[in-house]
């Protein structure tokens, strides 16, 4: 059997990941990160606006799609399609195609992002990489404030899970 | 059941007040994605995922000559939207036209 780590190559200088420890089983954390309802309280920084609406089909090929309010009301869209769903232990969508594999038109910064979680102990470890075409794109998410809004999502992300246990 | 697929798709692209605009000219003409941008305050990536659900919902197409990607609305889609209005529209008038019917009848027997 692969490895996660035969199937992707982390590169320093184009992706970026993020990890947690939430003291709470990998089953609470895939629904926390997976189901429409738990989204909405930790994908985006509370200061900065909310989620308006999340559609997850947890297998290839299906949709990810999650809106975002911001302050004055303006709605932002994540859309893009699901490659991998391994209940419990990874979740692996893109921007760069569309649901149903339909090559996606854009001229955005795409990622693939990779979640995994790994039981440790009582708890998890929690994974978030995501992977970019170039350094210019990690640095335009840098900037733009993408990864600091990931880091607080994550610290809501591992307090709400807390309350779902 | 690709119909009610589509239907979705296309109510959800309609459901937002900035991809509303952005068909709203597009219906005047062709256009780039700067100039669709221009009057929104939003930054590019964000309102690029805006193009994206309108392409997704086959609302609009686009084409890329060279750097530029033009946009154009794609009038065969709204026909979705059009005919579940109609298919509606028809099930009421047909209610209203038995109302009517019972109505009358009402009025002969009360004569």
Known sequence: MKTLSQQFTFDPKL??????FVDAPPRLVWEALTKPEHLKEWYMPKAWGRVARAEMDLRPGGIFSIDIAVGDGREVPNLGCVLEAIPMKRLVWTSMLFPGYRP??????????????????????????????DESDLEKNTASGWREGTEIALDQLVAHVMTMK | ????????????ALS????????????????????????????????????????????????????????????ERFKVVEDWLAARRRLWEARLDRFDQYVKQLKEEGK
């Open chain 1, 15 to 20: 992706d970026i990941a993020f990890e947690r």
């Open chain 1, 104 to 133: 996606a038109v854009f001229d955005d910064i795409p990622i693939t992002a990779i979640m995994t979680m790994e039981a440790e102990g009582s708890g998890t470890r929690y994974v978030f990489t995501a992977l970019h075409r």
């Open chain 2, 1 to 12: 059941m690709i119909q009610a697929a589509a239907a979705d798709d296309v109510f959800h």
């Open chain 2, 16 to 75: 937002n007040p900035t991809r509303r605009r952005v068909l709203e000219r597009l219906s005047v003409g062709p256009a780039t994605v700067s100039e669709l941008a221009e009057p929104f305050d939003m930054q590019l990536p964000s309102f690029v995922q805006h193009l994206s659900v309108l392409e997704e919902s086959r609302l609009v197409k686009s084409r890329k000559h060279g750097r530029v990607r033009t946009y154009e609305i794609a009038p």
